[in-house]
Structures are given as structure tokens and as C-alpha cells.
């Protein structure tokens, strides 16, 4: 079953602690990234765990091995699910943050630890700045040599397109989760998004995780917005 994640890109502290409140009732998970992180890191952990969210830090983690460590023991906390990294930190950093998740979460007394997922390549990167950065091979090739990398360091999956999901579980296997940003309900605006891929086409292509912004964010009433989605997510069945 698809989970369905919900990007909190709000810039101020009060929007986003409401939101929070507001999609407590729904049960998806929440997406914090750099915009809470670095502007309102308090306020919103606060609101999070007053809710009791199942909560995705959107860290982006990528530094020496003992630094990530530090910082992924700094992040989990009880109601934390998925924290991720930079494929391009190495084996040894992915490896620090697995095993400094699975530690921290004993420590805690957590049910299970956090998944640790890395982010491949940016989707922002392409063509020329392949090249440039001294990468060979087209996106697709690099996203799959790093998700290969990843699953090889024991994270529990990869950030990437929906698009990619068959190729990456075919090399590393249906149990590498895959983590899909991109999504856009049929008849929503696509934004700044260039290749997206609806809700339930991402389940059909495998997709283990969805995540999606500004359709629910900014819709009049957000609530109603992701129930659509969930709705959305739920498996076809056949009449009779
Ligand atoms: O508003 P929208 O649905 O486009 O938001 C998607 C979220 O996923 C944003 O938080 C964005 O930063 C994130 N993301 C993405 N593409 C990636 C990685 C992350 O859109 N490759």
C-alpha cells in the first residue's frame, strides 16, 4: 500500500503548526524540510509531537560520517519514521546514519527505528551539469548506480521519481523502498513540477511513498485535499 506523505513548505511557524493541526485527523505522514528545520525548529517539533504525527525529516543530511551520526541522534525522536541523507556522503556516511538511527531509537524506547532514505540525484540536476560535476551516463544511470549504493549501506530506500521506481527495485530488489516527490492529482496545476506522475499511477508503478506539497498546502481546505488523495491511493477492486 502507498503511504501518502504531506510536504509542509510553509515559510511561517504559525501556518505550518496549524496545518499540523488541521491534518492530525488524516493519519499521513508529514514532511518537515529545510524551511521548518533552520526557520522555526522549535515551534514545529513542538507541534508535531503534540499531535502526534508520523513525521519525514526532510534533512538532507551530507557531511563526514561522525557529524551526520551526531545529527541524525540530534532529529529522531519518538513519532519520527523517515530521516534522509545525500547518496553522495558515501557508504561510510549512509552507514553512520542507519546505525546511529537504529541506536537512538533503542535509546528511546521506540518501536522501531527511523528508515534512513537517501536522496540520489537532485532533480534539479541534468544534462550539462552531469557533466560538469564529472558524472558520466545520463540521470536515470547515476540514480541507479546511487540507489544500488544506498541499498548496499542499508538504507531502507531511495528519494526519486516515480518514473524510476520499476528500474530501481528491479536492481535492488521490491523490499528497497522507494520514496516518490512529483505527484500531481488529475486536473491540479503542476507548478514548478516538469515530469509528474498522478497519485495512483505512482501506486501502480510501485511507489512505496508519495510525497506531495503544494496540491494539499495550498488547497482551500487541505484536509479534504489529501482525504482525495488517500482515496486516490486505495487499491482498485473489481466489481462482482
Ligand atoms: O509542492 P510539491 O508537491 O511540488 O512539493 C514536493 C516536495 O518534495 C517539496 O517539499 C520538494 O522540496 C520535495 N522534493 C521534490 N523533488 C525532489 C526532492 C524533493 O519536489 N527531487
Avoid: W
Avoid at 536522496?119 to 540521470?139: C, I, M, N, Q, R
Avoid at 535492488?172 to 498522478?198: H, M, N, W, Y
Wanted: proline share 7%; aromatic share 4%.
Amino acid at each position: 500500500m502507498t503511504e501518502l506523505v504531506i510536504a509542509l513548505d510553509l515559510a511561517a511557524a504559525g501556518a505550518a503548526t496549524e496545518l499540523v493541526r488541521r491534518l492530525q485527523p488524516v493519519g499521513a505522514l508529514l514532511k518537515v524540510g529545510y524551511e521548518g528545520l533552520y526557520g522555526y525548529p522549535a515551534e514545529i517539533r513542538a507541534a508535531l509531537r503534540e499531535a502526534g504525527a508520523r513525521i519525514f525529516v526532510d534533512a538532507k543530511l551530507c557531511d563526514i560520517p561522525r557529524t551526520v551520526e551526531a545529527a541524525v541522534r540530534a532529529l529522531v525522536e519518538p513519532g519520527v519514521e523517515i530521516v534522509n541523507v545525500h547518496a553522495f556522503g558515501g557508504t561510510a556516511m549512509m552507514r553512520a546514519a542507519v546505525d546511529a538511527a537504529a541506536r537512538r531509537a533503542r535509546e528511546l524506547g521506540m518501536p522501531a527505528p527511523p528508515k534512513i532514505f537517501a536522496v540520489t540525484l537532485l532533480t534539479s540536476l541534468a544534462g550539462e551539469d552531469l557533466a560538469e560535476l564529472g558524472l558520466g551516463g545520463d540521470a536515470a544511470t547515476n540514480v541507479v548506480r546511487l540507489a544500488a549504493l544506498a541499498h548496499r549501506a542499508g538504507c531502507a530506500g531511495v528519494v526519486c521519481s516515480a518514473l524510476e521506481v520499476p528500474r530501481i527495485k528491479a536492481v535492488c530488489g521490491a523490499a528497497f523502498e522507494t520514496l516518490c516527490p512529483g505527484i500531481r492529482p488529475a486536473g491540479s496545476a503542476r507548478d514548478d513540477q516538469k515530469r509528474v506522475v498522478t497519485p495512483r499511477a505512482a501506486a501502480a508503478l510501485g511507489a512505496d511513498y508519495i510525497v506531495v506539497g503544494r496540491p494539499v498546502v495550498q488547497a482551500p481546505d487541505p484536509v479534504a485535499a489529501a482525504r482525495a488523495i488517500l482515496e486516490e491511493l486505495q487499491p482498485v477492486t473489481e466489481p462482482g
